[in-house]
């Protein structure tokens, strides 16, 4: 076995994806497909503003927030479900 295959085996689900925070908010969210809380982990993939954090709310629910409502900001996520 690789490591590719080792590390990669047990990913039911990659989702990536991006969030605009519009001006005055400070958070918003988006909609992805039901996955096991449990079972994923969901980690910020960039964006226009590093001061933002994203995390998986509930099953179908990321959230992106940030500190300040100077600007719109674009928020990257990925969620990686388990097995």
């Keep these: ?6 590390l990669f ?3 039911k689900l990659i989702t ?11 958070s918003d969210t988006a ?3 039901a996955v096991d809380t449990t079972k994923t982990r969901c980690a910020f993939n960039g964006g226009d503003n590093n001061d933002c954090k994203v995390a998986l709310t509930n099953s179908t629910t990321v959230t992106a927030s940030r500190s ?3 600007a719109n900001s674009v928020v990257g996520y990925e969620i990686i479900e388990y097995y």
């Design 31 to 33: 909609t992805i497909s």
């Design 68 to 70: 300040d409502n100077t």
């Design 1 to 6: 076995m690789t490591l590719a295959t080792s």
């Design 9 to 11: 085996s047990g990913v």
């Design 16 to 26: 990536r994806g991006a969030i605009t925070i519009s001006n005055p908010d400070t």
